[in-house]
């Protein structure tokens, strides 16, 4: 047996890169960045007004109480996306709303809340009843929050709405990105028939294509090809040639890895190289450094999904050039205690409650209904023999 890190170091020294391209902004959420975005302006981009009320001269008003308000002649009106740029003499003020740029002689904005008249107030006199608290309040300086050429969002990252949002805010709209690698996904198993089929005795319904392709989707993958076959080699390999023809960078099996009579992936695909992997659900593994690489998972539903995690994202990724490929792992401590298999890490589905993290399912890999629920799995080292109620434990979130 080979450790999990070990299997994965394997495939990882296979994976080459994609190429990259220059994408618009509004297409790239969920892509990877190959190379930094900087703030093509300043963030704000101008001193702009954070409330809807006055911009004063903070002399002016500073001395202001309800007993003697401030009486100030309104000189200008400017709403968000104006382009006017009013000077302020002494006593006088401009209405200013939300967002709109602060004219260059105000140093403070006085909320509609803080005057006589609020709204209405306008357009002649303003009276202020309470000063700012201080020059300077309530104006949103440019280039506080970033300065333009600031690096916004560095090569490697996963385009998430925040990252989108914050280079689509720095006034960037085209970004470079890997390209969408393309997977196949073909399951394997005389007893799969489509879900929602009526069942004969003996057949059961495919989930792991659907399963293998959402998982990599959210990697930003493009699936070319989805399919199951029977245990039938000659129907593998016409799928696997439709991969290659569809140009898969990636093909990902399932089932027919194990040590059973019918094998179709183990008797057919003679690049694979077959290894028994150190964990628990999936220790059966194939694969081909290829082009494209090929991932011969397990058919059990969990050792399919936690194969995926283990080994396929991680490719995926690190093809598009992801700085970090694993995901988020927390330590927390374990609601109740459970069994755990010797010499192999465990990757069990569990749900987050209150007091850290507790099974999702018994731990069978073919618990596949179960699997619904679960948002994370415990990942218990090898050499862990036993988890006990409050220990402190590996969680990957997966949701
Ligand atoms: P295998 O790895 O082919 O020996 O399959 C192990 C178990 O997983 C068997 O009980 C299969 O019926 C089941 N299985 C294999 N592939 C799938 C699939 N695509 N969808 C649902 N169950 C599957
Ligand atoms: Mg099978």
Redesign the pocket.
């Known amino acids: 047996m080979i450790s999990v890190d070990a299997y994965l170091t394997r495939i990882l020294s296979a994976v080459t890169t994609v190429e990259s391209s220059t994408v618009a902004l509004a297409d790239a959420h969920g892509r990877t960045l190959r190379a930094p975005v900087h703030a093509a302006v300043d963030l704000p981009v101008f001193d702009n007004s954070a409330m809807d009320g006055f911009a004063v001269r903070f002399v002016d008003v500073s001395h202001a109480s309800p007993a003697t308000p401030a009486v100030l002649r309104v000189i200008a009106d400017l709403p968000a996306g104006t382009a006017l740029t009013p000077v302020l003499g002494v006593g006088e003020a401009a209405r200013i709303m939300t967002g709109a740029p602060v004219p260059v002689s105000a140093d403070a904005i006085v909320p509609f809340e803080d005057t006589a008249g609020g709204l209405e107030d306008s357009l002649d006199v303003v009276r202020v009843l309470r000063p700012p608290r201080a020059a300077g309040a309530h104006i949103r300086r440019r280039g506080e929050d970033c300065a333009a050429g600031t690096v916004l969002v560095p090569a490697g990252v996963r385009l998430g709405p925040l990252q989108v949002a914050a280079i689509a805010a720095g006034n960037c709209d085209r970004v470079d990105v890997s390209r969408r690698p393309r997977v196949a996904v073909i399951s ?4 799969l028939v489509p879900p929602g089929s009526a069942l004969s005795h003996g057949q059961i319904p495919e989930s792991n294509a659907l399963l293998l392709s959402a998982l990599a989707t959210e990697t930003a993958a493009e699936v070319v090809l989805r399919g199951t076959v029977g ?1 039938v080699d000659d129907d593998l390999r016409a799928a696997l040639a439709e991969a290659t023809a569809r140009g898969a960078d990636a093909v990902i099996t399932s ?2 890895v194990s040590a ?1 009579a ?3 992936v183990k008797n057919t695909i003679a690049e694979m190289t077959f290894q028994k992997v150190a964990m628990q659900p999936g220790k059966p593994q194939g694969f081909a450094a290829g082009p494209p690489l090929l991932f011969g998972l397990p ?1 059990n539903p969990v050792s399919a999904a936690v194969s995926f995690e283990a080994f396929v994202r991680p490719a995926l990724l690190a093809m598009q050039g992801r700085a970090d490929l694993h995901r988020r792992m927390l330590r927390l401590p374990a609601a109740q205690g459970w069994r755990v298999p010797q010499g192999r890490r465990q990757y069990l589905p569990v749900v987050l409650v209150d007091g850290g993290v507790a099974p999702a399912t018994a731990g069978g890999s073919h618990l596949a209904g179960g699997l619904a629920g679960a948002e994370a799995y415990a990942v218990i080292p090898a050499d862990v023999d036993t988890v006990s109620h409050g220990d402190l434990v590996d969680v990957m979130l997966v949701s």
């Open positions: 394997t198993g005389s007893e245990d089932g027919g059973g019918f094998e179709v058919g």
